[in-house]
Nanobody, 123 residues
């Protein structure tokens, strides 16, 4: 059974930091591209960051570039998103997802999704 379980969300003041984690099970984690997406109330789900399985390359949306860092530990089947210099507009439910292939920034490329973790940034 495939599972992606996020944790680490919460309430933080603007300018603060949070790290969210996602533990995967039920599939070959090391063979999947991993991504983070977010969805704010009344908005569509949007790409945040991704890390392919085959390289150490990382990809970010323009909104979070230079503030967020994605990383993965294949031994622990875990992907992380370190979020620094948080802004109120970063408030959203954050989802991790796994893709076997496809465009890393496109949600339709991802086969497996977690349930999400809420991140709230107060001003």
């Amino acid at each position: 059974q495939v599972q992606l379980v996020e944790s680490g969300g919460g309430l933080v003041q603007a300018g603060g930091s949070l790290r969210v984690s996602c533990v995967a099970s039920g599939f070959l984690f090391g063979n999947y591209n991993m991504g983070w997406f977010r969805q704010a109330p009344g908005k569509e789900r949007e790409f945040v960051a991704a890390m392919p399985w085959s390289t150490s390359s990382t990809y970010y949306s323009e909104d979070v570039k230079r503030r967020f860092t994605i990383s993965r530990d294949n031994d622990k089947n875990t992907v992380y998103l370190q979020m620094d210099l948080l802004k109120p507009e970063d408030t959203a439910v954050y989802y991790c997802a796994a893709a076997g292939s496809g465009l890393y920034y496109h949600s339709h490329s991802y086969s497996y999704w977690g349930q999400g973790t809420q991140v709230t940034v107060s001003s």
